[in-house]
């Protein structure tokens, strides 16, 4: 895989640009959660025609694609840091629960 320049390069503020990519994703998903559902929970095809849900739509599926080729370079990018990272979390909570 090459390196995207758009990517952080190191470990901190990948970690930042992931948690901006998925409020930009909450963002637009809240927005689409707004237009009224059938009874089956799905957007009945009058308001899929809108060109604001198309609009909507299309910015959500940029932003997941945009998280979810991040999120594949992110975790082999930073294997060895996001395990010590969850180690040391994993030892600060057992120490916090021992008396």
């Known amino acids: 895989m090459t390196i ?4 952080p390069l190191n470990f901190e503020s990948a970690k930042n640009y992931q948690l901006n990519l998925e409020r930009k994703l909450n963002e ?3 927005k689409l959660s707004k237009y ?3 009874i089956m929970g799905l957007t009945p095809d009058h308001i899929k025609q809108t060109e604001e849900w198309k609009s ?3 910015d959500f ?3 997941f694609f945009k998280l979810r080729t991040f999120n594949s370079y992110f975790t082999k990018q930073y294997k ?3 395990a010590a990272e969850r180690k040391a979390l994993i030892i600060k909570m057992t120490l916090s629960t021992t008396y």
């Open 4 to 7: 995207n320049n758009e990517f």
């Open 80 to 82: 060895k840091e996001r």
């Open 61 to 63: 599926e940029t932003a």
């Open 36 to 38: 009224p559902k059938g």
């Open 56 to 58: 909507n739509k299309k």
């Open 28 to 30: 637009i998903g809240n």
